[in-house]
């Protein structure tokens, strides 16, 4: 990491015109770290543009910094975006390493001449990060955000880093990917983190609950939906799954990031150790896949969904219908029976 940021630095000594951007869907991990990364560039002479591929959960609007963040996919933000890219000389690419996590933004971000950084802790990175800051045992890229300042600035105190807007940005990050601590990946140096974090007058409990209890009536209603209605249970398997139709989402009037987090209800059950969520939205089939101990989720996303992540929490994608979907993920299951019953 070290030479890395050496070369960074001297690319940063002038300022840029930056693009910094995270995956598609966005979740407090993707916008916390990409906001706080974006604000400290800010605060050293960079003219710095934040691009969201899509839109983004309502719960996350509140974060310091999102009334100026740009949606590609949205018909008055995508000219802009496309101006911005084009003049941009560096593009960070934050909590993902495959350009495909763009959507419709990753060709753009793929034929421009600026450098790019990636900023991420999810395995195997795609190559093409001229400066690639990649950490698998990093509990969040907020996470490596936090590190990546504090390496820049060894010589400052905390409190000098970091101010409440960045403390709260990077916070969100890594309360939400680890589960509000309580996810395998906690380590010390998560806690410490925070802690430093903290120092900024950062209230942990009012950004907790403005991210997990700051819902509409009608997201409740749609996770008793699910819940009640939805949640399939094979025992044999120790898995759970729910299945999510367009005309289930438009009939609640779900919006985007309305779905996040919902896959890990499955885990809840008794003895259930891996659990799948699947998504028809806009003539795509999303998958979220979330497991406990030593079963690897991630085996699942990228040997039969196109996708990957992390060992007990992946995604993937199928261009089949959804019950054909379905079908295949049950077709799967004694493929790693003996490997769900074995975990203790």
Not at 37 to 51: D, F, N, P
Not at 198 to 204: E, P
Not at 242 to 254: A, Y
Request: with cysteine; net charge negative; aromatic share 8%.
């Amino acid at each position: 990491m070290n030479q890395t940021i050496e070369e960074l630095l001297a690319f940063l000594a002038t300022p840029q015109k930056i693009i910094v951007t995270m995956h598609r869907d966005p979740d407090a991990d993707a916008l916390g770290s990409s906001l706080g990364w974006a604000r400290y560039l800010s605060g050293k002479g960079h003219e710095v543009t934040v691009i969201s591929p899509t839109d983004y959960s309502a719960n996350l609007r509140w974060l310091p910094g999102m009334d100026q963040v740009l949606v590609f996919e949205k018909s008055g933000d995508n000219a802009i975006c496309k101006k911005k890219i084009k003049e941009s000389t560096l593009i960070c690419c934050l909590d993902f390493s495959a350009l495909s996590r763009l959507k419709d933004l990753g060709k753009l971000v793929e034929k421009s001449a600026a450098p790019k950084m990636v900023i991420d802790h999810h395995l195997e990175p795609e190559d093409f990060a001229t400066y690639l800051i990649w950490d698998t045992k990093a509990a969040a890229t907020a996470q490596l955000v936090y590190q990546i300042i504090k390496l820049i600035e060894k010589d400052k105190t905390p409190q000098q880093m970091f101010d409440l807007d960045m403390a709260e940005c990077l916070y969100a990050g890594i309360m939400t990917d680890t589960g509000s601590f309580r996810h395998s990946n906690v380590t010390p140096e998560v806690h410490y983190t925070v802690a430093e974090l903290m120092l900024s007058g950062l209230d942990t409990s009012r950004v907790h609950r403005l991210i997990y209890d700051n819902a509409p009536l009608s997201r409740l209603q749609f996770l008793g939906y699910v819940l009640s209605q939805k949640l399939t249970v094979l025992k044999e398997y120790r898995t759970a799954y729910m299945v999510l139709t367009e005309e289930e989402l438009i009939r609640f009037n779900s919006s985007t990031g309305e779905t996040e987090g919902i896959v890990n209800y499955g885990l809840q059950v008794e003895n259930v150790v891996m659990s799948a969520l699947f998504i028809e939205r806009k003539g795509e089939i999303k998958i979220s896949f979330r497991s406990v101990g030593t079963f690897s989720v991630r085996d699942v996303a990228s040997s039969y969904f196109s996708g990957g992540g992390h060992k007990n929490a992946s995604g993937g994608k199928s261009d089949l219908s959804i019950t054909e979907t379905v079908d295949k993920f049950l077709e799967i299951l004694p493929e790693y029976q003996a490997q769900l019953i074995s975990v203790q």
